[in-house]
Protein backbone atom coordinates (compact mmCIF):
# COMPACT_ATOMS: atom_id res chain seq x y z
CA UNK A 1 0.00 0.00 0.00
CA UNK A 2 1.36 3.48 -0.90
CA UNK A 3 2.18 5.72 2.10
CA UNK A 4 -0.75 7.98 0.76
CA UNK A 5 -3.04 4.78 1.37
CA UNK A 6 -1.44 4.14 4.73
CA UNK A 7 -4.32 4.60 7.74
CA UNK A 8 -2.87 6.56 10.56
CA UNK A 9 -2.25 4.69 13.48
CA UNK A 10 -5.09 5.55 16.31
CA UNK A 11 -4.06 7.61 19.23
CA UNK A 12 -3.55 5.72 22.68
CA UNK A 13 -6.03 8.27 25.14
CA UNK A 14 -2.33 9.32 26.95
CA UNK A 15 -1.30 10.34 23.37
CA UNK A 16 -4.58 12.07 22.59
CA UNK A 17 -4.58 13.94 26.36
CA UNK A 18 -0.85 14.76 25.19
CA UNK A 19 -1.93 16.27 22.29
CA UNK A 20 -4.89 18.89 23.51
CA UNK A 21 -2.68 19.87 26.57
CA UNK A 22 0.55 20.63 23.94
CA UNK A 23 -2.15 22.71 22.08
CA UNK A 24 -3.54 24.60 24.82
CA UNK A 25 -0.77 25.29 26.46
CA UNK A 26 0.70 28.81 25.25
CA UNK A 27 3.70 30.82 26.40
CA UNK A 28 2.48 33.85 28.38
CA UNK A 29 4.81 36.44 26.81
CA UNK A 30 5.08 36.88 23.32
CA UNK A 31 8.07 35.67 21.44
CA UNK A 32 10.78 35.68 18.76
CA UNK A 33 12.93 33.56 17.47
CA UNK A 34 14.93 32.81 14.13
CA UNK A 35 16.47 30.12 12.20
CA UNK A 36 19.05 29.61 9.52
CA UNK A 37 19.84 27.08 7.04
CA UNK A 38 22.82 25.87 5.38
CA UNK A 39 24.07 23.84 2.43
CA UNK A 40 26.75 21.53 3.22
CA UNK A 41 30.34 21.04 1.32
CA UNK A 42 31.96 17.75 1.98
CA UNK A 43 35.72 17.92 0.62
CA UNK A 44 34.06 20.44 -1.51
CA UNK A 45 31.24 18.52 -3.34
CA UNK A 46 27.74 19.57 -1.71
CA UNK A 47 25.96 16.56 0.03
CA UNK A 48 22.76 15.77 1.60
CA UNK A 49 23.68 15.45 5.18
CA UNK A 50 20.94 13.80 6.59
CA UNK A 51 21.65 10.96 4.55
CA UNK A 52 25.40 11.02 5.19
CA UNK A 53 25.51 11.47 8.83
CA UNK A 54 21.67 10.27 9.64
CA UNK A 55 22.14 12.35 12.83
CA UNK A 56 24.10 15.40 13.95
CA UNK A 57 25.02 13.56 16.79
CA UNK A 58 27.44 11.78 14.27
CA UNK A 59 29.52 15.55 14.25
CA UNK A 60 29.06 16.64 17.48
CA UNK A 61 31.37 15.80 20.76
CA UNK A 62 28.83 17.07 23.08
CA UNK A 63 25.54 16.07 25.75
CA UNK A 64 22.48 16.81 23.57
CA UNK A 65 18.68 16.82 24.34
CA UNK A 66 16.33 15.33 22.42
CA UNK A 67 13.89 17.00 20.68
CA UNK A 68 12.48 14.88 17.81
CA UNK A 69 13.83 13.09 14.71
CA UNK A 70 16.98 14.37 13.82
CA UNK A 71 16.66 17.68 16.02
CA UNK A 72 18.72 17.78 19.18
CA UNK A 73 18.58 20.92 21.34
CA UNK A 74 22.83 21.49 21.89
CA UNK A 75 24.78 23.51 24.80
CA UNK A 76 24.20 26.66 23.34
CA UNK A 77 20.65 26.37 24.12
CA UNK A 78 19.09 26.50 20.39
CA UNK A 79 18.77 23.45 18.37
CA UNK A 80 20.33 22.06 15.17
CA UNK A 81 18.80 19.72 12.68
CA UNK A 82 18.54 18.09 9.16
CA UNK A 83 15.77 19.60 6.91
CA UNK A 84 15.02 19.17 3.20
CA UNK A 85 19.07 18.23 2.41
CA UNK A 86 20.66 21.08 4.83
CA UNK A 87 21.99 21.53 8.59
CA UNK A 88 19.23 23.95 9.76
CA UNK A 89 20.10 25.59 13.56
CA UNK A 90 17.55 27.49 15.33
CA UNK A 91 17.17 29.54 18.58
CA UNK A 92 15.22 29.06 21.28
CA UNK A 93 12.38 31.31 21.81
CA UNK A 94 13.51 34.98 23.64
CA UNK A 95 10.59 37.18 24.87
CA UNK A 96 9.67 40.32 23.05
CA UNK A 97 11.11 43.38 25.24
CA UNK A 98 13.94 45.95 24.29
CA UNK A 99 16.69 44.84 22.93
CA UNK A 100 15.21 41.44 21.77
CA UNK A 101 15.88 41.59 18.22
CA UNK A 102 19.55 41.43 18.85
CA UNK A 103 19.20 38.57 21.95
CA UNK A 104 17.80 36.74 19.07
CA UNK A 105 20.46 37.40 16.21
CA UNK A 106 23.64 36.96 19.26
CA UNK A 107 21.77 33.80 20.13
CA UNK A 108 21.64 32.10 16.39
CA UNK A 109 25.25 33.44 15.99
CA UNK A 110 26.06 31.29 19.26
CA UNK A 111 24.29 28.40 17.47
CA UNK A 112 26.16 28.61 14.44
CA UNK A 113 29.57 28.84 15.75
CA UNK A 114 29.12 25.91 18.19
CA UNK A 115 28.40 23.81 15.09
CA UNK A 116 30.71 25.02 13.26
CA UNK A 117 33.15 24.37 15.58
CA UNK A 118 32.19 20.99 16.48
CA UNK A 119 32.59 20.13 12.34
CA UNK A 120 36.24 21.36 12.93
CA UNK A 121 36.36 19.05 15.29
CA UNK A 122 35.44 16.47 13.38
CA UNK A 123 37.74 17.09 10.43
CA UNK A 124 40.40 17.32 12.53
CA UNK A 125 39.55 13.54 13.09
CA UNK A 126 38.49 12.24 10.08
CA UNK A 127 41.08 14.32 7.44
CA UNK A 128 37.77 15.92 5.65
CA UNK A 129 36.74 19.38 5.01
CA UNK A 130 33.40 20.83 5.62
CA UNK A 131 32.38 24.19 4.00
CA UNK A 132 29.30 25.55 5.74
CA UNK A 133 27.18 27.60 2.62
CA UNK A 134 24.89 30.15 3.84
CA UNK A 135 21.09 29.39 2.00
CA UNK A 136 18.23 31.22 4.12
CA UNK A 137 16.98 32.88 7.21
CA UNK A 138 13.93 32.61 8.33
CA UNK A 139 12.23 35.25 11.36
CA UNK A 140 9.65 33.87 13.35
CA UNK A 141 7.02 36.37 15.71
CA UNK A 142 4.07 35.12 18.03
CA UNK A 143 0.97 36.32 16.21
CA UNK A 144 -1.58 35.68 19.44
CA UNK A 145 -4.84 36.97 18.49
CA UNK A 146 -7.25 34.19 19.17
CA UNK A 147 -9.09 32.43 16.31
CA UNK A 148 -12.37 33.19 17.85
CA UNK A 149 -11.57 37.42 17.80
CA UNK A 150 -10.13 36.83 14.04
CA UNK A 151 -12.47 38.23 11.54
CA UNK A 152 -12.28 38.31 7.35
CA UNK A 153 -10.61 41.64 7.20
CA UNK A 154 -8.25 40.64 10.04
CA UNK A 155 -6.49 37.47 10.41
CA UNK A 156 -2.93 35.64 9.88
CA UNK A 157 -3.49 35.28 6.45
CA UNK A 158 -4.62 38.55 5.59
CA UNK A 159 -1.46 39.57 7.77
CA UNK A 160 0.85 38.06 5.96
CA UNK A 161 -0.80 39.36 2.74
CA UNK A 162 0.12 42.85 4.06
CA UNK A 163 3.35 41.90 5.33
CA UNK A 164 4.35 40.61 1.76
CA UNK A 165 3.46 44.23 0.28
CA UNK A 166 5.36 46.40 2.84
CA UNK A 167 8.14 44.44 4.04
CA UNK A 168 10.35 43.19 0.91
CA UNK A 169 11.78 46.83 -0.13
CA UNK A 170 13.17 47.60 3.31
CA UNK A 171 14.39 44.12 3.82
CA UNK A 172 16.11 43.44 0.80
CA UNK A 173 18.24 46.76 1.59
CA UNK A 174 19.25 45.99 4.69
CA UNK A 175 19.67 42.28 4.49
CA UNK A 176 19.73 40.82 0.82
CA UNK A 177 22.89 40.92 -1.50
CA UNK A 178 22.91 40.83 -5.46
CA UNK A 179 22.16 37.30 -6.13
CA UNK A 180 19.24 37.36 -3.51
CA UNK A 181 16.09 36.15 -5.44
CA UNK A 182 13.12 36.96 -3.01
CA UNK A 183 11.26 37.94 0.24
CA UNK A 184 8.67 35.85 1.97
CA UNK A 185 6.02 35.79 4.53
CA UNK A 186 4.05 32.21 5.73
CA UNK A 187 1.82 32.59 7.69
CA UNK A 188 2.12 29.65 10.29
CA UNK A 189 -0.52 29.25 12.95
CA UNK A 190 0.13 31.27 15.86
CA UNK A 191 2.87 32.91 14.24
CA UNK A 192 4.23 35.06 11.10
CA UNK A 193 7.15 33.86 9.41
CA UNK A 194 9.18 35.90 6.97
CA UNK A 195 11.67 33.95 4.75
CA UNK A 196 14.97 35.77 2.92
CA UNK A 197 18.51 35.41 2.42
CA UNK A 198 20.76 34.67 5.21
CA UNK A 199 22.78 38.18 5.55
CA UNK A 200 26.39 37.69 6.47
CA UNK A 201 27.17 40.30 8.67
CA UNK A 202 25.97 40.10 12.37
CA UNK A 203 25.40 44.12 12.53
CA UNK A 204 23.30 44.16 9.06
CA UNK A 205 21.79 40.51 10.27
CA UNK A 206 20.31 42.43 13.62
CA UNK A 207 19.15 45.58 11.56
CA UNK A 208 17.04 43.53 9.64
CA UNK A 209 15.78 41.41 12.41
CA UNK A 210 14.99 44.81 13.96
CA UNK A 211 13.47 45.90 11.29
CA UNK A 212 11.26 42.96 10.79
CA UNK A 213 10.29 42.92 14.41
CA UNK A 214 8.82 46.10 14.37
CA UNK A 215 6.59 46.24 11.45
CA UNK A 216 5.24 42.89 11.91
CA UNK A 217 4.48 43.40 15.34
CA UNK A 218 2.87 47.09 14.62
CA UNK A 219 0.61 45.45 11.87
CA UNK A 220 -0.27 43.06 14.07
CA UNK A 221 -1.86 45.42 16.40
CA UNK A 222 -4.07 47.38 13.14
CA UNK A 223 -7.75 47.05 13.12
CA UNK A 224 -8.16 45.48 10.06
CA UNK A 225 -5.26 44.20 7.48
CA UNK A 226 -7.39 45.07 4.01
CA UNK A 227 -4.48 46.28 1.37
CA UNK A 228 -6.60 49.34 0.40
CA UNK A 229 -5.01 51.12 3.52
CA UNK A 230 -2.20 51.47 2.00
CA UNK A 231 -3.51 54.05 -0.27
CA UNK A 232 -4.31 56.15 2.32
CA UNK A 233 -1.21 56.04 4.16
CA UNK A 234 2.34 57.02 4.08
CA UNK A 235 3.69 53.76 3.37
CA UNK A 236 4.91 53.33 -0.19
CA UNK A 237 4.96 49.95 -2.08
CA UNK A 238 6.00 49.69 -6.26
CA UNK A 239 2.94 49.67 -8.05
CA UNK A 240 1.71 47.02 -9.88
CA UNK A 241 3.80 44.02 -8.40
CA UNK A 242 1.77 41.07 -6.71
CA UNK A 243 3.82 38.49 -4.53
CA UNK A 244 3.20 35.10 -5.93
CA UNK A 245 2.67 31.47 -4.04
CA UNK A 246 5.60 30.60 -1.47
CA UNK A 247 7.82 27.81 -2.80
CA UNK A 248 7.77 25.79 0.57
CA UNK A 249 4.20 26.23 2.69
CA UNK A 250 1.28 28.31 2.35
CA UNK A 251 2.39 32.12 1.81
CA UNK A 252 3.53 34.47 -0.32
CA UNK A 253 7.10 35.04 -2.00
CA UNK A 254 7.99 38.25 -4.01
CA UNK A 255 10.55 37.59 -6.38
CA UNK A 256 13.18 39.27 -8.60
CA UNK A 257 10.77 38.22 -11.55
CA UNK A 258 7.88 40.28 -10.08
CA UNK A 259 9.23 43.71 -10.71
CA UNK A 260 9.63 45.43 -13.65
CA UNK A 261 13.30 44.96 -13.22
CA UNK A 262 15.00 43.39 -10.79
CA UNK A 263 15.28 45.13 -7.52
CA UNK A 264 18.67 43.71 -5.96
CA UNK A 265 20.74 44.31 -9.45
CA UNK A 266 19.61 47.71 -9.93
CA UNK A 267 20.67 51.03 -8.93
CA UNK A 268 19.33 51.70 -5.60
CA UNK A 269 19.68 55.29 -5.32
CA UNK A 270 18.07 56.03 -8.79
CA UNK A 271 14.26 57.26 -8.53
CA UNK A 272 12.94 54.67 -11.11
CA UNK A 273 10.30 53.14 -9.51
CA UNK A 274 6.52 54.31 -9.37
CA UNK A 275 4.58 54.01 -5.98
CA UNK A 276 1.29 53.61 -5.32
CA UNK A 277 0.72 56.96 -5.43
CA UNK A 278 2.13 57.72 -9.13
CA UNK A 279 5.11 59.55 -7.92
CA UNK A 280 8.83 58.31 -8.68
CA UNK A 281 11.28 56.83 -5.75
CA UNK A 282 14.65 55.10 -5.16
CA UNK A 283 14.41 52.15 -3.72
CA UNK A 284 16.12 53.52 -0.82
CA UNK A 285 13.71 56.29 -0.02
CA UNK A 286 10.88 53.60 -0.12
CA UNK A 287 12.83 51.95 2.26
CA UNK A 288 13.35 54.52 4.42
CA UNK A 289 9.87 55.70 4.54
CA UNK A 290 8.61 52.41 5.08
CA UNK A 291 10.66 52.11 7.89
CA UNK A 292 10.44 55.60 9.77
CA UNK A 293 6.35 55.13 9.42
CA UNK A 294 7.12 52.05 12.18
CA UNK A 295 10.18 53.83 13.85
CA UNK A 296 8.38 53.77 17.82
CA UNK A 297 7.58 49.91 16.97
CA UNK A 298 10.71 49.54 15.79
CA UNK A 299 12.31 51.38 18.51
CA UNK A 300 10.43 49.51 20.98
CA UNK A 301 12.46 45.99 20.34
CA UNK A 302 15.53 47.42 19.22
CA UNK A 303 18.93 48.42 20.99
CA UNK A 304 20.56 52.06 20.15
CA UNK A 305 23.13 50.32 17.78
CA UNK A 306 20.99 48.34 15.42
CA UNK A 307 18.36 51.21 15.34
CA UNK A 308 21.18 53.73 14.04
CA UNK A 309 22.66 51.11 11.91
CA UNK A 310 19.36 50.32 10.18
CA UNK A 311 18.37 54.04 9.43
CA UNK A 312 21.95 54.75 8.19
CA UNK A 313 21.45 51.67 5.94
CA UNK A 314 18.22 53.48 4.78
CA UNK A 315 19.59 57.07 4.42
CA UNK A 316 22.87 56.25 2.48
CA UNK A 317 25.67 56.91 5.64
CA UNK A 318 26.21 53.33 5.92
CA UNK A 319 26.71 50.42 2.89
CA UNK A 320 24.17 48.25 1.78
CA UNK A 321 24.93 45.06 0.65
CA UNK A 322 23.25 45.81 -2.64
CA UNK A 323 25.81 48.36 -3.42
CA UNK A 324 28.49 45.66 -4.00
CA UNK A 325 29.32 44.53 -7.33
CA UNK A 326 28.81 40.81 -6.16
CA UNK A 327 27.44 38.82 -3.45
CA UNK A 328 30.17 38.94 -0.39
CA UNK A 329 32.37 35.78 -0.24
CA UNK A 330 31.89 35.15 3.10
CA UNK A 331 28.58 33.25 2.16
CA UNK A 332 30.62 30.81 1.18
CA UNK A 333 31.98 29.79 4.48
CA UNK A 334 30.14 30.87 7.43
CA UNK A 335 31.76 30.74 11.30
CA UNK A 336 34.87 31.42 9.19
CA UNK A 337 34.66 34.13 6.91
CA UNK A 338 31.54 35.92 8.83
CA UNK A 339 31.17 35.23 12.91
CA UNK A 340 29.39 37.19 15.49
CA UNK A 341 31.77 40.18 16.49
CA UNK A 342 32.76 40.63 12.90
CA UNK A 343 32.13 42.92 10.07
CA UNK A 344 32.80 41.14 6.57
CA UNK A 345 35.39 42.43 4.53
CA UNK A 346 33.27 44.02 1.90
CA UNK A 347 32.00 46.26 4.41
CA UNK A 348 34.67 47.06 6.39
CA UNK A 349 36.80 47.74 2.96
CA UNK A 350 34.20 48.72 1.14
CA UNK A 351 36.18 50.98 -1.59
CA UNK A 352 39.09 48.48 -1.98
CA UNK A 353 36.70 45.77 -2.94
CA UNK A 354 35.02 47.82 -5.49
CA UNK A 355 38.55 48.65 -7.18
CA UNK A 356 38.47 45.01 -8.91
CA UNK A 357 36.32 44.08 -11.54
CA UNK A 358 33.06 42.04 -10.58
CA UNK A 359 31.96 38.55 -12.35
CA UNK A 360 29.06 38.82 -13.97
CA UNK A 361 28.07 36.12 -15.18
CA UNK A 362 25.02 36.22 -12.50
CA UNK A 363 23.70 39.15 -14.01
CA UNK A 364 23.52 37.25 -17.15
CA UNK A 365 21.75 34.23 -15.43
CA UNK A 366 19.19 36.70 -13.43
CA UNK A 367 18.40 38.19 -17.10
CA UNK A 368 17.89 34.82 -18.93
CA UNK A 369 15.44 33.10 -15.47
CA UNK A 370 13.59 36.81 -15.94
CA UNK A 371 13.35 36.11 -19.72
CA UNK A 372 11.96 32.54 -18.32
CA UNK A 373 9.51 33.74 -16.26
CA UNK A 374 8.23 37.16 -18.19
CA UNK A 375 5.43 34.92 -20.04
CA UNK A 376 3.52 33.94 -17.12
CA UNK A 377 3.77 37.35 -15.38
CA UNK A 378 3.32 39.40 -18.53
CA UNK A 379 6.32 41.19 -17.85
CA UNK A 380 6.99 40.98 -21.80
CA UNK A 381 5.82 44.44 -22.66
CA UNK A 382 8.05 47.78 -22.41
CA UNK A 383 5.10 49.65 -20.68
CA UNK A 384 4.78 46.88 -17.52
CA UNK A 385 4.94 50.02 -15.07
CA UNK A 386 5.08 53.61 -16.22
CA UNK A 387 8.63 55.27 -16.16
CA UNK A 388 10.48 52.20 -14.97
CA UNK A 389 12.55 50.60 -17.20
CA UNK A 390 11.51 47.65 -18.89
CA UNK A 391 12.69 44.05 -18.63
CA UNK A 392 14.05 43.51 -22.22
CA UNK A 393 16.25 46.96 -22.06
CA UNK A 394 18.18 45.48 -19.06
CA UNK A 395 21.82 44.83 -19.38
CA UNK A 396 22.45 41.30 -18.89
CA UNK A 397 26.11 42.13 -17.95
CA UNK A 398 25.62 45.42 -16.35
CA UNK A 399 28.05 46.17 -13.03
CA UNK A 400 26.74 47.92 -10.08
CA UNK A 401 25.98 51.58 -10.17
CA UNK A 402 27.38 53.52 -7.99
CA UNK A 403 25.25 55.30 -6.05
CA UNK A 404 23.71 58.69 -6.27
CA UNK A 405 23.59 59.85 -2.89
CA UNK A 406 26.82 61.55 -1.57
CA UNK A 407 27.93 59.28 1.67
CA UNK A 408 30.78 58.27 3.82
CA UNK A 409 30.77 54.70 4.37
CA UNK A 410 34.63 54.12 5.24
CA UNK A 411 34.29 56.74 8.57
CA UNK A 412 30.66 54.87 9.19
CA UNK A 413 32.38 51.65 8.84
CA UNK A 414 35.25 52.38 10.76
CA UNK A 415 33.11 53.10 13.78
CA UNK A 416 32.00 49.50 13.82
CA UNK A 417 35.09 48.42 12.47
CA UNK A 418 37.15 47.30 15.46
CA UNK A 419 35.78 44.20 17.74
CA UNK A 420 35.55 44.22 21.35
CA UNK A 421 35.41 40.76 21.45
CA UNK A 422 39.33 39.77 21.57
CA UNK A 423 39.99 41.33 24.97
CA UNK A 424 37.67 40.67 28.60
CA UNK A 425 36.04 43.66 30.05
CA UNK A 426 38.32 43.06 32.46
CA UNK A 427 41.74 43.67 30.19
CA UNK A 428 40.14 46.54 28.37
CA UNK A 429 39.77 48.36 32.03
CA UNK A 430 43.19 47.56 33.02
CA UNK A 431 44.87 49.12 29.65
CA UNK A 432 46.58 52.30 29.94
CA UNK A 433 45.49 54.20 27.21
CA UNK A 434 41.51 52.72 27.16
CA UNK A 435 40.40 56.28 27.50
CA UNK A 436 42.17 57.77 24.76
CA UNK A 437 41.08 54.96 21.86
CA UNK A 438 37.85 54.79 20.36
CA UNK A 439 37.03 50.72 20.78
CA UNK A 440 34.06 49.94 18.58
CA UNK A 441 32.26 46.68 17.72
CA UNK A 442 30.28 45.33 15.13
CA UNK A 443 27.50 45.06 17.45
CA UNK A 444 27.91 45.96 21.07
CA UNK A 445 26.69 43.05 23.00
CA UNK A 446 29.01 43.58 26.53
CA UNK A 447 25.59 45.60 28.32
CA UNK A 448 23.05 42.43 26.33
CA UNK A 449 21.87 40.46 28.80
CA UNK A 450 19.88 37.20 27.84
CA UNK A 451 16.19 37.04 28.01
CA UNK A 452 14.47 35.03 30.50
CA UNK A 453 13.66 32.50 27.97
CA UNK A 454 16.91 32.24 26.99
CA UNK A 455 17.98 31.63 30.53
CA UNK A 456 15.81 28.54 31.04
CA UNK A 457 16.84 26.89 27.64
CA UNK A 458 20.44 27.26 29.14
CA UNK A 459 19.18 25.55 32.41
CA UNK A 460 17.50 23.00 30.49
CA UNK A 461 20.81 21.87 28.71
CA UNK A 462 23.40 22.38 30.95
CA UNK A 463 22.99 19.00 32.44
CA UNK A 464 21.41 20.08 35.80
CA UNK A 465 18.37 18.85 37.65
CA UNK A 466 15.35 19.89 38.83
CA UNK A 467 14.00 20.11 42.14
CA UNK A 468 10.26 19.45 42.57
CA UNK A 469 9.21 19.06 46.79
CA UNK A 470 11.15 16.52 47.27
CA UNK A 471 11.90 14.60 44.02
CA UNK A 472 14.91 15.34 41.63
CA UNK A 473 13.84 15.33 37.66
CA UNK A 474 16.24 15.57 34.88
CA UNK A 475 15.38 17.01 31.29
CA UNK A 476 15.43 14.12 28.68
CA UNK A 477 13.95 16.14 26.02
CA UNK A 478 11.75 18.29 23.99
CA UNK A 479 8.31 18.93 23.05
CA UNK A 480 8.20 21.50 20.84
CA UNK A 481 9.54 25.13 21.81
CA UNK A 482 6.84 24.98 24.69
CA UNK A 483 7.25 21.97 26.64
CA UNK A 484 10.13 19.56 28.33
CA UNK A 485 9.92 16.35 29.22
CA UNK A 486 11.49 15.32 32.61
CA UNK A 487 12.17 11.89 33.68
CA UNK A 488 11.82 11.74 37.76
CA UNK A 489 14.80 9.68 39.51
CA UNK A 490 13.19 7.97 42.04
CA UNK A 491 11.05 6.23 39.94
CA UNK A 492 11.61 6.85 36.05
CA UNK A 493 8.13 8.62 35.57
CA UNK A 494 8.16 11.42 33.32
CA UNK A 495 6.31 14.71 33.61
CA UNK A 496 5.85 17.58 31.57
CA UNK A 497 6.41 21.15 32.04
CA UNK A 498 5.95 24.27 29.70
CA UNK A 499 8.88 26.92 29.79
CA UNK A 500 6.64 29.04 31.56
CA UNK A 501 6.30 27.05 34.72
CA UNK A 502 10.15 26.38 34.61
CA UNK A 503 10.86 29.99 34.17
CA UNK A 504 9.03 29.81 38.15
CA UNK A 505 11.29 27.29 39.37
CA UNK A 506 14.42 28.93 37.83
CA UNK A 507 16.09 28.83 41.53
CA UNK A 508 14.84 25.08 42.11
CA UNK A 509 17.54 23.58 39.65
CA UNK A 510 21.20 21.50 41.30
CA UNK A 511 24.34 20.93 39.39
Sequence with gaps: MSEKGKKERPLSERERRLRRRLERDTLRMPVIGMESEFNVWLDEVEINPEPYWKHPKAFIDAPLLHREKTSSHIPTGGAVYFDRGVIEVV??????APQATARMVRNLWE?????????????????????????????????????????????????????????????????????STGIGVRPRGGRIEVTSDFTPDPGLMVATATLVVGIVRDLISWPSYDLSLLRDLPIPIIDGVTPGKHTTRKGWLTKDFHYPQSPFTSNIDAPIWTTQF???????????????????SIRRYSDPFSFRLLFAVLEGRATSMLELDDRPKAYEDVGRLCRWGMVIDELRNFDAFQEHAPSLEYMEERHRARLAEAPQLDLKSPGVQPGVQPLVAIAPAQPAQRSAVPRVPPLYL???????????????????????????????????TRSAYEQVFLKLVSGGRLRVGNDLYTPVGMKGWYHAIFRRESDGSEKLLTIDQLLRKMNDWTS
Excluded: C
Design 414 to 448: DRRGMSLLENSARERRKRPDRRRKQFTVPFPDRRL
Design 278 to 296: GDKRSLRQIGRDTAWFFRH
Design 91 to 96: TPVIEL
Design 111 to 179: QIQFVRDQLTNWEQKTGHTVRLKAYSSHYNITYEVPKSKQTASRNEKKLAWLLAHVLPVPMMLVGANRR
